[in-house]
């Protein structure tokens, strides 16, 4: 089986045509770059509001915490992290986002980013300036509806993240973060069973509020447990339904999203 790695790495060298269709496939911003209840004027008018492919490298800074919000950004290819600096100067990374990801939105309440968005590896993004989509959804109600949407999922999702991590322990954290990897993964078209960490686990110890030691702790016992495999960042999970009901979640929803 092909690794998200693997598959990135036959994206790049397609013709640009066909790596387009294939990254934007199951995108959360699909029904806004195509949607199929609008003229082809229109439509040309909304892509030449996207700006895509825009490359960053690993460390490379999308956006900074305060800056003013003017766009969101949807990944095409590769991940990044977000995070931002608390009152005593701290990191404390907020969520990770990966292919075909919106991120940004968090900046459209205040008008500013309240987090600052960083490459974890080389990455590319959509720019998608949202005064110009807000502009074109006020005139098309069909594209209203669509931004309105998913801006809605996109929220929901993390607010049931952060809702689930703050009342589980260390190892039903791990599970229930490599689960939600694992989902994410299976709805973009990637394998949900074995995939490669881009974060490290001390990242993946701020995100969860867990010391490093922790979680490579976890990550050992679950290894025992023929829960997992993991080499270095390689990711393997072997018992789906397990680590779904420790997670919190349903065996049978386990083992569905690895197939």
Known sequence: ???????????????????????????????????????????????????????YSKGEYIYHQGETFDAVYVVRSGSLKTYAITSGGEEQITNFYFATELTGLNGLNTKVY???????????????PFSNVEELSLKLPELRENLYSTIGKELDSFQEMILTLSKKNAEERVATFLMNLSCRYKKRGFSASSFRLTMSRSEIGNFLGLAVETVSRVFSKFQKQSLIKAEGREIEILDPSRLAVMSGGMASEGAHAAQ
């Open 114 to 128: 309240p987090v600052s968005a960083v490459a974890l590896e080389t990455t590319t993004v959509c720019k998608i």
């Open 1 to 55: 089986m092909k690794s998200n790695s693997d598959k990135n790495i036959e994206l790049k060298a397609m013709p640009s045509s066909q790596a387009n269709v294939m990254l934007c496939k199951g995108c959360t911003l699909d029904p806004l770059c195509h949607p199929n209840t609008l003229d082809k004027k229109t439509v040309d008018d909304l892509d030449s509001v996207f700006n895509r492919g825009v490359m």
